[in-house]
């Protein structure tokens, strides 16, 4: 099996017209713009498997305090991240191995 590799031009070009695409679309998905508990129930627990729902709520928590009902786990962003940060230190030592810069 051999892993072929864009010339790193090539990548940069691609990266820099994913990028923008991908925050735009994740903005939705991130909390700013709505509180959890205003949510209905359905739409809320679907919203909360999105990590950065709980960031967002835990710095609303901080700046209001117990005046709003923060629906937050701590632990959940940190189970989700910890692991595709170490699929993605993984794949970077694999490709760092095969990578050729001419």
Do not use: C, N, W
């Amino acid at each position: 099996m051999v892993l072929v590799i864009a010339p790193l031009s090539e990548m940069s070009e691609a990266v820099e017209k994913f990028i923008p695409v991908t925050t735009y679309l994740m903005v939705p998905f991130s909390g700013a713009f709505y509180f959890v508990g205003s949510l209905f129930e359905g739409v809320a627990k679907v919203v909360l498997y999105s990590p950065p729902v709980h960031g967002m709520e835990m710095m609303r928590y901080g700046a209001f305090g117990p005046s709003i009902d923060p629906q937050y786990d701590f632990v959940y962003p940190l189970a989700v991240s910890l692991p595709l940060i170490l699929l993605g230190l993984i794949l970077t030592r694999i490709v760092r191995r095969r990578l050729v810069v001419e």
